[in-house]
């Protein structure tokens, strides 16, 4: 299985930004495409995530409005826009993907390398 993000790089203030993760190897019991963040120092945090199963999005409370995941099952790809980027989004964001296993045992995650994304005037 890989997870191949792209589209990070260094915008200003106010810039929009779409971050795209194509995946290879991934079986139709894929639950869940997602993002995740990661600021220097600290634990990588929840974005946003596609849940095939119910085909809904969800957000980390903090950055609805702004955050945008969209994802395609056949193809197994997600993206995520920016709006409105701010200094605090500067992070190394990562795709994650959860595939969910037989008999109810649960599921195993995979992980992108990341994609830098730098905000700054």
């Given at each position: ?14 810039d ?8 290879s190897?991934?079986?139709?019991n894929?639950y ?12 990588r945090?929840f ?12 957000y980390e409370?903090?950055?609805?409005g702004r ?7 056949a ?8 709006n409105?980027?701010?200094i605090?989004d ?5 795709c994650?993907?959860?595939?969910e ?5 649960g ?10 994304v730098?905000?700054?005037?």
């Amino acid at each position: 299985v890989r997870l191949v993000e792209s589209g990070g790089g260094l915008v200003k203030p106010g810039d929009s930004l779409t971050l795209s993760c194509v995946t290879s190897g991934l079986p139709d019991n894929l639950y869940r495409l997602a993002w995740f963040r990661r600021f220097p120092g600290k634990q990588r945090e929840f974005v946003a995530d596609f849940v095939f199963k119910y085909n809904n999005q969800r957000y980390e409370e903090s950055l609805k409005g702004r955050f945008t995941i969209s994802a395609n099952f056949a193809e197994k790809t997600t993206t995520l826009q920016i709006n409105n980027l701010q200094i605090e989004d500067t992070a190394v964001y990562y795709c994650f993907a959860d595939v969910e296993l037989a008999f109810g045992l649960g599921f195993m995650p995979h992980w992108g390398q990341g994609t830098q994304v730098n905000v700054s005037s």
